[in-house]
């Protein structure tokens, strides 16, 4: 029975190998040097890498990602709430 090595790394950590990309380590030196695999990288990458949006303002992929989908849930209620007041809101034969 064999049993894969499936470690568990920090937030911390993945942010640090992601900021040695950043800074001009390629795939290969970071994988020869932690043992990071290449699909492993490319993830930490996509969650981790930070976007600047103004002098004062920095997201992460996965801030912006979980923004994208409150902004979501947010236009979902407020369609709800219009059609209620559809519903709800007596209309005149005048119109």
Same mark, same amino acid.
């Given at each position: 029975? @064999? @049993?894969?090595?499936?470690?568990?790394?920090?937030?911390?950590?993945?942010?640090?190998?992601?900021? *040695?990309?950043? @800074?001009? !380590?390629?795939?290969?030196?970071?994988? !020869?040097?932690?043992?990071?695999?290449? @699909?492993?990288?490319?993830?930490?990458?996509? *969650?981790?890498?930070?976007?600047?949006? =103004?002098?004062?303002?920095?997201?992460? #992929? %996965?801030?912006?990602?979980?923004?994208?989908?409150?902004?979501?849930?947010?236009?979902?209620?407020?369609?709800?709430?219009? !059609? #209620?007041? #559809?519903?709800?809101?007596?209309?005149? =034969? %005048?119109?």
């Amino acid at each position: 029975m @064999s @049993s894969k090595k499936n470690p568990k790394y920090s937030k911390e950590f993945k942010q640090t190998i992601v900021n *040695l990309y950043h @800074s001009g !380590k390629t795939y290969s030196e970071i994988h !020869k040097e932690y043992g990071i695999s290449h @699909s492993a990288l490319s993830n930490w990458i996509k *969650l981790y890498s930070e976007v600047k949006i =103004d002098d004062e303002t920095v997201l992460t #992929a %996965k801030q912006i990602k979980e923004l994208q989908k409150r902004n979501a849930q947010l236009e979902e209620e407020n369609l709800i709430l219009k !059609k #209620a007041i #559809a519903i709800f809101t007596p209309h005149s =034969d %005048k119109d």
